[in-house]
């Protein structure tokens, strides 16, 4: 027989990695939603047309693709498909699994006009990209999106970024930066340098600043045909370090009288001092004028976080998008948002330790002294479920208790209650949680006690 | 533009539908966990190879079958596949999204050997069926299953049962019936009855009792050369009814030295007596000779919920499948499990009303008075936020606050907080939770309030 398997890049989650896996995921969930963003799912599968065109070529390519229902290896054979003779590929394959949540999410602003706005909403789903898997890169991966569309108003952005800086922070990471740009800004800085004409080029060529140096990028901007002059202008420019409100004040003089990158200082500095209104540690928001962020879809303010230890690409990026839902709809709806990569923040966190001494979801083992007094602790096993506790019967009949012992400890369940003879008999039972350390108490006050037990040995859930 | 949409038979949840779908979802969790269960996830898609042979010939065609990454349009026009001519289908289609939970379970078991026994899973994910749209019927659909693996005792069948007797229970279904019955009576019964011969197709037929009603089962058993007597005897004992321990009794001799219909009365006498104990109500959980079970694989004590009001067929079924797990591995390992079908349970305590008046999330919005007050408005919100409590601040810059208000209103934000000259200047903030009920208070006394005022709005949560 041959041995079953999953398909490359895809991972099974047993008890012990969901716990990991719950832990984050209902952390970030919780500060979205103490942000006052709600929860919204779409389906796993999306219409072919409704991704195409939006990803890129490279991203297309990347889409799991689903045959037609009723395709036959005959109808492909003889080159059709149920019956009708194909021509495009758009005949043979009509769905796709979806390559990230926010063309989802701007598909839905499109379908429901009604929506009330400011829509603010999160997302938390998988999704699928048929990469080459490695360390790190899966082929189904959880995303967390959390992202407001129906306003311009600098507090969105601000707000967005408060968010990942809670998240970050109440995750546990000890260090953590998250990198803040502007589009238009970007923009500015590049024609005051002289390279206006080449804005996409000098993006493409700057984005590579992390993998290829400084060297490398000021090599591909020549090779794209940018004067030394203008390399000189941003590198010495990018380089700038200051505190952000006054880097923002630094660079007016440069920009001069370019209107979008004016508009980008401005934003920037409104977006800075909210971050400072709200007691934020600004040495982790730095405002980095090297960062660009691939997709060419962003309009405004752009970041990424990034932990230094240990390496491993971003662990969080966005920015606004206000012309992306207007591909759906014909109407443009300004927009912004972040994306939280919950496999990297699992990775990272294991790695520093974070996720370690999760306390265990089931808190009693009830054990069965006998076949004779297996209805009791049925019964008890059910009273205590009844009152809120996770109570597991030891369900292999009546073995000798030092197995159901070793049973719970196994499985980590840090409460045994033994029912025996001489407990029924005063309607009592005994709670034990090592060794020597057991309480002997009516079977009504049990509830209590495990939860003042439980209270002790995990005070922080 | 062409209006965008999602395929047929697929949703998107807006807030208001997840708010519903996460109340139920959790509460169906929070069953599982209080009976020792613990999560489990598994890929969406999985390997053809494993989905193929497990589902029956339809089951197989509602798959949705995903394309072998890199194949081209010109590939398949000339008959193969990245340059390799394809002769089956394998060639075309490696994977596809996953038709139930079960079989990933039993390949999960099969996979890794070393999983401690009893291994108990609860698992709830979307599963996906290219069948046709119907009402209450969809293509992509969450199914909330709980399974046990590597244990024989009929206490493990027990506890299934009484779970999903307190999901139906806890969720508060007014009335529901989960019958129940065994595969191995079942086997005595129709033996007895004289139709050992067509045991497969007497099952098929009265699969169908509730559908086409005794009058149509009764000709088709005739069309499938089952004797009239044998029909008689199989009508007049499907229909007897009594309290299951004394219908076990009366069974006793019916079933005669029928070796398997004995070993499934003493079954359900241990799981009637264990369900005793634990005081369910066995008017809920009638033993009824007419439940079959269309699937292959049972192999003991099978059980279905249903409810009279509305009329929409089960809400959860499942039983004990010992055989399953060994087609994957070699290894028969016993288990037992049941689905609740998360759609159909929505769907109906939508009908009964059961889903009105879920409390929102977000319990307050935070106004700005001012420009010049927003970095208080947003100090205010983020201390709030630290607290734990979903706080919502206006974005909109600051708009008349009667707008502000009408705001929160259209959203069921239930507390509104003013922070105005007055209220700053004296470290207060002013809480309002209806046009004449408002309380100024000092801003650090303004989170227990908060809890105070939500406790009393919703004093369930």
Redesign the interface.
Known sequence: ???????SG??????EQ??Q??YVINKIKGIF????Y??????????W??LQGKLGEEGEQLL????R?GT??ED??L?RTQSVT?E??DD????A?RYDLTV?FS??L???GQ??K?F??YQIQ?V?R?DRPQKGRYR?FYQCDVD?AG?E?I??D??IV?IVY?ALKELGFPAFRIRLNHRKLLNGLVSAAGGAAHFKDICIAIDKLDKIGEDGVRKELLDRGITEETANNLFSWMGLKDEPLALIERLRPIIGDHADGQAGLQDLQSLY??LI???LDLRCIPLDLSLVRGLDYYTGPIFEAVVDEPAIGSLSGGGRYDKLIGK???NDTPAVGATIGLERIIDVMQELGLLNALPP??QV?VTVFSDDF???S??FA?SL?AQ??????H???ASKINKQIKYAN??A?PIIAILGPEEVAQNNVQLRTGPTEQITLPQTEAPQQIRTLWQRLFPNT
């Open positions: 027989m041959k041995k079953a398997s999953i398909p895809t991972r099974d989650f047993l008890p969901m716990r896996r719950l939603e103490r942000f006052g709600e929860p919204m799912e779409t389906p796993s599968i999306e219409k047309e409704v799991f693709k689903i045959l229902r036959t290896v492909l054979r080159g194909f495009a590929f043979l394959v009509d769905l699994l989802p598909r839905v499109a379908m429901y929506l009330p400011p603010k909403r998988p699928w048929a189904e407001i306003t108003s507090l969105a601000t707000e408060t809670t001092n909210a209104a709200q007691d759906f709809s014909g979801k089931t083992l297996l209805p009791h049925l019964r059910q479920r809120g506790i996770c109570a597991e019967l369900l292999k009949g196994d499985r369940i």
